[in-house]
């Protein structure tokens, strides 16, 4: 069972940027797709950005596509999102999840994943 630990998360004005990071424990980390998700307070859990396990490939939501960008470091086992032109609506706790051989699409719901980190919470103030 791969382990998740999210770090990066902060305090942000609106326009600014962050960069997330997810460290996975395991040795064989490049068989798994990897994905972002977040959750604002009273609301689901919602999809922001994911990347398969073989080559690469990328996906965003709707909301951050242009803002969000996803990549992976499979010698770290590291994956990671950088956020850019934050908005206050961005605010939310940010998790990171995993899926085994999860090719392009084929991580969007909570259902999808096979782990989840304990979430970094990002704050973005107007």
């Known amino acids: 069972q791969v382990r998740l630990a999210e770090s990066g998360g902060g305090l942000v004005q609106a326009g600014g940027s962050l960069r997330l990071s997810c460290a996975a424990s395991t040795l064989g980390f490049g068989s798994y797709g990897m994905a972002w998700f977040r959750q604002a307070p009273g609301k689901e859990r919602e999809f922001v950005a994911g990347?398969?396990?073989?080559?690469?490939?990328?996906y965003y939501g709707d909301s951050v596509k242009g803002r969000f960008s996803i990549s992976r470091d499979d010698v770290q086992a590291t994956a990671y999102l950088q956020m850019d032109s934050l908005k206050p609506e961005y605010t939310a706790v940010y998790f990171c999840?995993?899926?085994?051989?999860?090719?392009?699409?084929?991580?969007?719901?909570?259902?999808?994943?096979?782990?989840w980190g304990q979430g970094t919470q990002v704050t973005v103030t107007s």
């Open positions: 990347i398969s396990w073989k080559g690469g490939a990328t």
């Open positions: 999840a995993a899926r085994f051989r999860a090719t392009i699409r084929s991580m969007v719901h909570d259902s999808d994943a096979n782990a």
